[in-house]
């Protein structure tokens, strides 16, 4: 296990779930699953690489035909399932079939 670092050795014997709502972390260092919360979803949603999915909130939002607080709650909702699917797809590309560990 010399050559192995402390994730890979991790990996052998327990599950990885990542705690992030950037996707190429999830990418990089390939989580069995991953959680999440809406601060971290804030941190992520400010990042440039992640804008297409605000606008996208927004622009669906807008479509909504609500107004004020109930428009702003549903924009959020919107953002927060755009997230949860991007972490979702993520952590499927990085899943594969794996032996039963065996139990210490």
Sequence with gaps: MANL?????????TRIVAD?????SLK??????AT??????LKAAQMPEYAYL???AIAEG????LS???????VFN?????????????CRAASRPKQPREVL
Excluded at 5 to 13: A, F, H, W
Excluded at 20 to 24: K, Q
Excluded at 78 to 90: D, M, P, Q, T, Y
Aim: no cysteine.
């Design 5 to 13: 670092s402390q994730l890979d050795q991790l990996k052998k014997y």
């Design 20 to 24: 992030t709502g950037d996707f190429a």
């Design 28 to 33: 990089e260092f390939a989580p069995e699953d």
């Design 36 to 41: 999440t919360n809406p601060t971290l979803i």
């Design 54 to 56: 605000v606008e996208k």
């Design 62 to 65: 807008k479509k909504s035909g």
């Design 68 to 74: 004020g607080k109930a428009q702003v709650e549903d």
């Design 78 to 90: 919107r953002l927060l399932v755009a997230f949860g699917l991007e972490i979702l797809k993520s």
